[in-house]
């Protein structure tokens, strides 16, 4: 059906463009006629009134259009126009020459109503006036719009070059598509047409203005010779009517020149403003209310000088004063409608995008999901708790080297009230349940606190501690207890969790925003490794298993060397990551120092012999697998938390060293049951650092 109507309906739309097509030419065609064919004074007064009309249709498009470019037909009309004035002018002329002698009207009823109205009586008035016209009309409106047009044609032309280049770039760099820079391109073209169109158009106008006052002098002369010797008149009786006639016909073809140069120098000197005229202009003579208020108080004053009419200078001061101050107040409330307006369609582009699948499809990368009751104890503190977390943020990306995302506080009926999750891309990655209102104090291997309460483990670190209720924390602190807060727990958990999973929230996003930021010397070394000797996504993986271990990458340059020294010689990521951390290793040393000291743990002989002997190798030596019996491992595991038990459970800072072949194996065995403890290779122990061995775990 929807074809069957576009069929039908696309011949009537060809033959009404046809119709306008023949109505046009057909109009061009009687303007040309005129200048040949004697026309009647009434055709005369249509015309006339045609001519004035076309020109204050012309004068209130130009006041309001956007832009320049929206009146792209006006050196059209202005031909056009031009030459129906001309035309009449010959018309008229012809009647005047012809028909003068029978009186003021003889060249129809337009012109003799002007000739009455404007001279009122007296032909020298009409002479003054059409020679003020002139004088506006030629000196002052068309020769300023005739410069404006010629220096906005210039520079347009000279600026297009740019503007093409601005294009393409737009258009290299996918800020716009194909369809847009054709657009641009287009909008180009019509514009350095328009401009280079009225630059020749303005002298359209000019010679109007010549013409019309040649045609008066004509008419004057011709007619007064006319009437003296062809009609016997007095001298008198022929200055008399035929200067009025031809006052007359001047002013009626005078005053749409006038008009239509002023629509000319409107459009031409709109330039860069954008909206109609009114606008433009209104808007920015209005947009300073101190300027308002002194042109008031001048005009005040100026209506107190004696000599000087009060009246109108008084009600001038008046009026600009109170628009110095209504003026504000109503910008200010239609910026007030604008910004709610603005708000209501981001609150409904936010309800709709909610509301959408995509988002039930995005999964958060943090989100600390907390129980009704527990939010309740929490939300009173919002304002606290976000300024915390963002605090939390800050010391992140101080202390690893890149921002981790955005926290999402949520609260959520399918939780038990008093509980707390965390959740990291989605999954649940910790949930506790903790009693609102209660402070922790926390006791480790100490003896128990004398004081009534609820035995649990410390939720970010296992440590023994106990919750007791808000009348004992007073009794607390003198026994040497610092109770904790719910959302300090909360926070301290959430802290401790992200540093357990720095290697899931370190994206590609954040590696290459680290990686444009470095210095233009290291943007050439990455340029040499990357992508040729390795991958931007194995480039990832070898920070992704730093943060893996806790390691800062705020070191990014000294990363980049030490692995453009290796990266020619080694394609595995593992092997990358071990001689980075030997690079770094005064760095990795530092950050579990405590008082200057390294506390250690060794592996001991026995199981430095055991591990080795399970590495499977290559024919040229190098360690491939590690293939041990799981018995072992949880052997291993025992003798490994009784020697590193006792020294966590005092909250010493500890690191457990082995061998460089074994320690990436050493690590994945013993993250899970101590995730906080750091594993160095012997080659990891930074010269000048002060090592005390606590024991070994064979």
Known sequence: MKQSRAAFDAPIAKERANSLDVLFATGIVLILSIFFLPTPPVLIDIGLALSISISVLILMVALWIEKPLEFSAFPTILLVSTMLRLSLNIATTRLILSHGSEGVSAAGYVIGGFARLVMSGDFVIGIVVFTILITVNFLVITKGAT????????????????????????????????????????????????????????????????????????????????????????PTDAVNIFTKLSVGDGLVSQIPALIVSLAAGLLVSKGGTRGSADQAVVGQLTRHPRALFLAGGLMSVLALIPGLPFVPFALLGALLAFSGVAIPRHFARISATERARADEARQKAADAESD????????????????????????????????????????FAQRYGFVIPDIKLSNSLDLPPRAYQIRIHGAVVASVEIPVGDSLIIFGDGPKPDLIGELTREPAFGMNAMWISPSFVAEARRAGYEPIDNISVIL????????????????????????????????????????????????QSVFKNLLAERISIRSLNLILEAIAEVVPYLRRVEQIVEHVRIRIAPQICNEILVGGVLHVVRTGARWDQAFHQHLKRD????????????????????????????????????????????????????????????????????????????????
Do not use: W
């Not at 958990?493 to 233009?520: I, K, T």
């Not at 403890?677 to 650092?689: D, I, M, N, Q």
């Open 619 to 698: 024919s040229k030596g190098e360690a491939l697998e590690f293939d041990i019996d799981p018995t072992l491992i949880e052997k291993f595991q025992t003798e490994a938390s009784a020697a590193l038990g006792p020294h966590l459970d005092r909250g010493h800072a500890i690191a457990l060293v082995a061998t460089p072949e074994i320690r990436p194996y050493l690590r994945m065995i013993t993250e899970r049951m101590f995730p906080n403890v750091p594993v160095l290779s012997t080659l990891e122990l930074a010269r000048g650092v002060n090592i005390k061995t606590l024991g070994s775990v064979s």
């Open 147 to 234: 410069r404006i047009a010629e220096v906005g044609a210039r520079f347009t032309l000279d600026a297009i070059p740019g503007k093409q280049m601005a294009i393409d770039a737009d258009l290299s760099a996918g800020l716009i598509d194909d369809k847009e820079a054709q657009t641009r391109r287009r909008e180009l073209e019509e514009e350095s047409a328009f401009f280079g169109s009225m630059d020749g158009a303005s002298k359209f106008v000019r010679g109007d203005a010549v013409a019309g006052l040649i045609i008066l002098a004509v008419n004057i002369f011709g007619g007064i010779l006319i009437g003296i010797t062809r009609h016997g008149m007095t």
């Open 356 to 395: 959408s699948v995509k988002e039930y499809l995005r999964a958060t990368e943090i989100e600390l999901c907390i129980g009704q009751q527990l939010a309740a104890r929490v939300v009173p503190t919002f304002e606290e708790m976000s300024h915390r977390v963002a605090k939390m943020r800050r010391k």
């Open 492 to 539: 301290t958990h959430l802290s401790e969790v992200l540093r357990g999973n720095l290697s899931q929230l370190f994206s590609y996003r954040d590696m290459r925003a680290l990686l444009d930021n470095v210095e233009p010397e290291y943007r050439k070394l990455l340029d040499e490794i990357c992508p040729s000797q390795i991958s931007y996504s194995g480039l």
